[in-house]
């Protein structure tokens, strides 16, 4: 059974950080490629983050380029997305899944998704 379980969320103020954890089970977690997404209430989730399965590769929304960075450790089947320079419009349940295939930036190209862990940042 394929499971992903996010760690890491809490609140934080403006300038503040985070570093989000999302342990993989079930799945040869080396060879596949990860993303990390993020939703509100009553909006769409939208993509975040993608790293290629060797780590070598990586791709970000604009709003999050320069503060923030998506690796993945294939040796604790574990991927993360360390936040800096956080702010109030980066509050949302955040979310990391498995690819499949397709545009890494669509939520129907991942097959797998976690449970989420919210971030909220407010002073």
């Known amino acids: 059974q394929v499971q992903l379980v996010e760690s890491g969320g809490g609140s934080v103020q403006p300038g503040g950080s985070l570093k989000l954890s999302c342990a993989a089970s079930?799945?040869?977690?080396?060879?596949?490629?990860m993303a990390w997404f993020r939703q509100n209430p009553g909006k769409e989730r939208e993509f975040v983050a993608w790293i290629s399965w060797s780590g070598a590769s990586t791709t970000y929304t604009d709003s999050v380029k320069g503060r923030f960075t998506i690796s993945k450790d294939n040796a604790k089947n574990t991927a993360y997305l360390q936040m800096n320079s956080l702010k109030p419009e980066d509050t949302a349940v955040y979310y990391c899944?498995?690819?499949?295939?397709?545009?890494?930036?669509?939520?129907?190209?991942?097959?797998?998704w976690g449970q989420g862990t919210q971030v909220t940042v407010s002073s």
């Open positions: 899944a498995f690819y499949h295939s397709g545009d890494s930036r669509y939520i129907s190209s991942y097959d797998y």
């Open positions: 079930g799945r040869s977690f080396a060879v596949n490629n």
